[in-house]
């Protein structure tokens, strides 16, 4: 006796010869009883293979909630062997002194990667002078940088290299390692902007190069913003205290209008010392600014040295 079983529809792609367009013809199968039961057993299959993931896992010290993120996050673990593909990852990061709970759990997709690409994004990193212990605590801190894309990685390096003049692209990578992690597209609108501002973009980074990855309408809202305030003397706000390129526009908003609720002429507060604003509003309202002016120069050599 035949019945209809709920199973996918297959997609079959048929190709025109003419223009390679595709167009689709959805296929519907109809199984009789006996399918039904392989069906139902191909179910209790996939099941299992998630079972014994699970329990890999856990046998690797991996946290319950842990284990459903990577699943969620990368569902096509259970396609890969425990033994022939898993296994080899693991034993790479502890090959190479990584915590394998805390890498996967921060970025599953490192089960994506074979262990030869992941050194090859490590032998890159050692070139440019991150090596070493300082190359491990990089990546515990950035267990995304072992699957980002290889050629991101030639592209980024060329770009700080030959189009902004950096000598050791290390410091860069260090302070900021979402470059590598963002498009070409994002750091070019960024760069872009920044010369529109009639500011030099290396030396605007190479005092804060996390502007790089600031996101793109943040940058531009921020950058109107001012300028709407001073004109092309915004070149001059900027070029005093470059940090404020990367403050969200409400951030700044906030604070010039408090200023000027109280009385101070917050235009020229922003030509004449725009760093005041890298204040948090409450300190602004708890001290008068040439008190709050002095605590952040004192933050700003601290750092410095």
């Given at each position: 006796?035949?019945?209809?079983?709920?199973?996918?529809?297959?997609?079959?792609?048929?190709?025109?010869?003419?223009?390679?367009?595709?167009?689709?013809?959805?296929?519907?199968?109809?199984?009789?009883?006996?399918?039904?039961?392989?069906?139902?057993?191909?179910?209790?299959?996939?099941?299992?293979?998630?079972?014994?993931?699970?329990?890999?896992?856990?046998?690797?010290?991996?946290?319950?909630?842990?284990?459903?993120?990577?699943f969620?996050?990368?569902?096509?673990?259970?396609?890969?062997?425990?033994?022939?593909?898993?296994?080899?990852?693991?034993?790479?990061?502890?090959?190479?002194?990584?915590?394998?709970?805390?890498?996967?759990?921060?970025?599953?997709?490192?089960?994506?990667?074979?262990?030869?690409?992941?050194?090859?994004?490590?032998?890159?990193?050692?070139?440019?002078?991150?090596?070493?212990?300082?190359?491990?605590e990089?990546?515990?801190?950035?267990?995304?940088?072992l699957t980002?894309?290889?050629?991101?990685?030639?592209?980024?390096?060329?770009?700080?290299?030959?189009?902004?003049?950096?000598?050791?692209?290390?410091?860069?990578?260090?302070?900021?390692?979402?470059?590598?992690?963002?498009?070409?597209?994002?750091?070019?609108?960024?760069?872009?902007?920044?010369?529109?501002?009639?500011?030099?973009?290396?030396?605007?980074?190479?005092?804060v190069?996390?502007?790089?990855?600031?996101?793109?309408?943040?940058?531009?809202?921020?950058?109107?913003?001012?300028?709407?305030?001073?004109?092309?003397?915004?070149?001059?706000?900027?070029?005093?205290c470059?940090?404020?390129l990367?403050?969200?526009?409400?951030?700044?908003e906030?604070?010039?209008?408090y200023?000027?609720?109280?009385?101070?002429?917050?235009?020229?507060?922003?030509?004449?010392?725009?760093?005041?604003?890298?204040?948090?509003?409450?300190?602004?309202?708890?001290?008068?600014?040439?008190?709050?002016?002095?605590?952040?120069?004192?933050?700003q050599?601290?750092?410095?040295?």
């Amino acid at each position: 006796m035949w019945r209809r079983v709920h199973t996918p529809i297959t997609l079959e792609r048929l190709y025109r010869s003419s223009k390679h367009c595709q167009r689709i013809r959805l296929v519907r199968y109809f199984s009789n009883r006996n399918d039904f039961s392989a069906t139902e057993s191909e179910l209790e299959d996939d099941q299992s293979t998630k079972d014994d993931l699970t329990d890999f896992f856990k046998s690797e010290g991996i946290s319950l909630g842990g284990i459903n993120y990577i699943f969620r996050r990368f569902p096509d673990v259970t396609k890969l062997d425990i033994e022939k593909d898993l296994r080899d990852i693991v034993n790479f990061l502890k090959t190479q002194d990584f915590e394998v709970p805390a890498m996967l759990e921060a970025n599953p997709m490192i089960l994506d990667r074979d262990p030869k690409y992941m050194l090859q994004i490590m032998e890159f990193m050692t070139g440019t002078g991150i090596e070493g212990h300082k190359l491990k605590e990089f990546i515990r801190d950035n267990p995304e940088f072992l699957t980002v894309e290889y050629k991101n990685l030639y592209w980024v390096k060329a770009f700080l290299e030959d189009e902004l003049g950096f000598d050791d692209i290390q410091d860069v990578l260090e302070e900021v390692p979402d470059i590598a992690l963002k498009s070409e597209h994002e750091v070019r609108s960024n760069t872009d902007l920044i010369r529109q501002m009639g500011l030099n973009a290396a030396e605007v980074f190479g005092v804060v190069p996390w502007v790089l990855v600031t996101p793109p309408q943040q940058l531009k809202d921020t950058c109107q913003f001012v300028f709407d305030l001073v004109g092309v003397q915004a070149k001059r706000v900027f070029t005093l205290c470059p940090q404020l390129l990367d403050y969200d526009q409400k951030n700044l908003e906030s604070k010039m209008l408090y200023l000027h609720e109280h009385g101070h002429n917050s235009r020229n507060v922003l030509l004449n010392e725009p760093g005041l604003l890298q204040a948090t509003l409450n300190e602004l309202k708890e001290s008068d600014l040439d008190t709050v002016l002095e605590k952040l120069l004192v933050e700003q050599d601290a750092e410095e040295d």
